[in-house]
């Protein structure tokens, strides 16, 4: 693989780290900024909604930029709203800053996802999607964690000044000028935002976009509820939390390693996570199996998230602008419904394993959805013309 995907791998694991991160400092930040706890937390909320508003605009409006220099710019953005969030002693200023880095987030995705791609062969392609994804599966499983460690050791300003540093080098060489840039630019220059619409109208496309969404939607509803189940559920210490997350984290990272190299078969591997879920909440309650199937959940989901992402990208082949960013907004919508819906449900109950049960209806309607959108492609093929 180039070094430049390794280098917008970096970029993704700085971006994911911020984009999590705030969820282990929201009490320090409370009480620094004389915030209610709640008011801490919607920042998290914030980011997630700014990347599923600004992901398409931000594409659109850098869809006529050479992708180096539009690179460029949403990196050296991203590390000013950072500085300027770690120095700020005011609430209303930190969440404009959190805005801003969703939304320039939302755009370095969108430019990075199909730049990846141009990178390499076109039988490298999941390949090089799967290194641009583990940024944010490395982000779960070592960045969110060393900011809250950070953060208590030194304060919450610290995790932002980190981010800000952690993206320093990524910047830096996306300047550099590279070989590649002498060769014709991937993105032509008479991009047509309304072709690229109408490319992206594609049924197998939409059925893709909402299938991620699905997916992504079941992993964080269990994801944000595992730490809960844990220790009010199966009886851990809260020591043993980290671990758990840990666990799943690096299945995760392996899924998404695993899918760049191997085809994974959508169909069966949509079949097994609503049972893969099923069976977690089932045996929940027993230490050993959670900490097995939170690792195998992780893989499976990340496994198929990026394969999906693959999928759309290869599905849209006139919609080089654009693709990436309906994919963002896919899997960020299901990143901030999940938990949403989870913790809708699990209140009107006495257990927190109704979150993994929530999990488990996402993901069962994601097969469903693939049944349905491959009946109806074969009634059209087999019509008469």
Known sequence: MPLFLHVLALAVFAQGTSEFMLSGLVPDLAHDLHVSPAAAAGLTAAYAVGMIISAPLMAAAGARW???PALAGFLAAFVLVHVLGALTTDFA??????AIAAVVNAGFLAVALPHAGSLVPAAHRARATALLLSGVTLACVVGV???????TAYGWRAAFWAVAALCLPALLLVLRPAPADHRPPARPANVSLRRELTALRSRPLRATLAIAA???GATFAGFAFLAVIATDHTGLPPAAVPGLLAAFGAGAFLGVTAAGRTTLRLPLALAA???GWALT???GAYPVPLFLLAAAQGALSFALGTTLVTRTLHLAPAAPSLS?????VALNTGAFAGPLLAAATTTHTTTPLTALWTSTALAAAAPACWA??????GARRGAPH
Do not use: I, Q
């Open 66 to 68: 050479p992708r180096r």
């Open 93 to 98: 200023v930190l969440f404009a800053t959190r």
């Open 145 to 151: 964690p060393a900011g809250a460690l950070l953060g």
């Open 214 to 216: 699905l997916v992504n």
């Open 273 to 275: 996570l609503p049972a």
């Open 281 to 283: 909440a089932a045996l």
């Open 324 to 328: 990436g960013a309906f994919a963002t």
């Open 372 to 377: 349905a959108t491959r009946r109806m492609e």
